[in-house]
């Protein structure tokens, strides 16, 4: 079973550019999450959602962070603009089941912003 | 809300003596708890879950962990440690948020095996 993909796996931009990354979830699980992990910190939850609708995303920067996922399948994320405290590994998830205890992570993507 | 506190940011132990993690949780009811992995320039793996059952959880790898409720506690053991054990280590616990479940992590140990 081919497990979550994400890409790119590192980019570095400016502050004030716009990034993007995208998110490809294990075949025929509903639910989509992403997370945000700060150097030296645990990953803290950015956005859920079921199929294509948001569930949670109460902890989103809404004015610079936006996601989507469109068709239940893929997601992107973006910031714009970025800055210097949006370095951090962003980390994708999916699960079977909206209670989310059987998560399975991607391998992230390193954003720096310089 | 949930929370949990894990007690060493690092954890240094040589290969074949037991390992140990700690974790403390606050919880206003019972709750869902979990340890996850996480190696280097890899996905976040599931180790173990605790889900209100058996209060010794057992998970991959040989690592388990034993749920005490008057202790608040909630640590992570293996008997003898192993190279590739060497990762970082997160303690989580599950809870509800805007209509839904969701995980909140530790802040994690990194664990270093010495030969």
């Known amino acids: 079973e081919a497990g979550v993909a994400q890409s790119p796996r590192y980019k570095i931009i400016e502050k004030r550019q716009s990034v993007a990354f995208w998110c490809n979830p294990i075949?025929?699980?509903?639910?989509l999450y992403w997370y945000q992990q700060i150097l030296g910190q645990g990953p803290k939850l950015l956005i859920q959602?079921?199929?294509?609708?948001?569930?949670?995303d109460s902890q989103l920067p809404k004015d610079r962070f936006s996601a989507e996922r469109l068709k239940g399948v893929d997601s992107t994320l973006k910031i714009q603009p970025a800055k210097l405290e949006d370095s951090a590994v962003y980390l994708c998830?999916?699960?079977?089941?909206?209670?989310?205890?059987?998560?399975?992570f991607g391998p992230g993507t390193r954003l720096t912003v310089t | 809300a949930q929370s949990v506190t894990q007690l060493d940011s690092h954890v240094s132990v040589s290969e074949g003596t037991p390992v140990l993690l700690r974790c403390n949780y606050s919880?206003?009811?019972?709750?869902?708890l979990f340890w996850y992995v996480q190696h280097p320039n890899k996905g976040l793996q599931l180790l173990l879950k605790?889900?209100?059952?058996?209060?010794l959880v057992k998970g991959i790898n040989g690592f388990e962990a034993e749920f005490k409720k008057s202790e608040t506690s909630f640590h992570l053991t293996k008997p003898s440690a192993h190279m590739s054990d060497a990762a970082e280590y997160f303690c989580?616990?599950?809870?509800?948020?805007?209509?839904?479940?969701?995980?909140?992590f530790g802040q994690g140990t990194r664990l270093t095996i010495n030969p």
């Open positions: 959602f079921q199929n294509n609708g948001v569930v949670d």
């Open positions: 998830a999916s699960s079977l089941l909206r209670t989310g205890y059987e998560q399975y």
């Open positions: 919880s206003s009811y019972s709750p869902s």
């Open positions: 075949s025929g699980h509903a639910t």
């Open positions: 989580v616990v599950s809870e509800r948020g805007q209509g839904a479940q969701k995980l909140v």
């Open positions: 605790y889900t209100s059952a058996a209060t």
